[in-house]
Nanobody, 128 residues
């Protein structure tokens, strides 16, 4: 059974930083998976933020977070991280970790429809 458990959310002031973690179980992490971070603000659709490939370690970012957020992984701990710096009020959302082994996730990295495993989310709130 695949499980993704996020942690690290919280409340910060604008300009602050947070690091989210996603612990993965139930998949062969050494395989070629897409691990994505998504976020969903109230009354908005869920949008892709960043993705890393477990094998190659290559990362892709949404334009809105490029240069501020960094996605990384610790293969030994089967954990994916999202380091968020320079946070803005518009970054406020529930953040979700997701996993996929579908080939389309390599090209459609930030398309939520390509991911079939999801965590329960962790809330990030940024005040001005």
């Amino acid at each position: 059974q695949v499980q993704l458990v996020e942690s690290g959310g919280g409340s910060v002031q604008a300009g602050g930083s947070l690091r989210l973690s996603c612990v993965v179980s139930g998949i062969k992490y050494s395989g070629n998976y897409c691990m994505g971070w998504f976020r969903q603000a109230p009354e908005q659709e869920r949008k892709g933020v960043a993705r890393i490939r477990t094998g190659a370690g290559t990362a892709i970012y949404a334009d809105s977070v490029q240069g501020r957020f960094t996605v990384s992984q610790d293969n030994a701990k089967k954990t994916v991280y999202l380091q968020m710096n320079g946070l803005k009020p518009e970054d406020t959302a529930m953040y979700y970790c997701a996993a996929s082994q579908r080939p389309q996730c390599f090209a459609l990295a930030l398309d939520k429809g390509q991911y079939n495993y999801w965590g329960q989310g962790t809330q990030v709130t940024v005040s001005s």
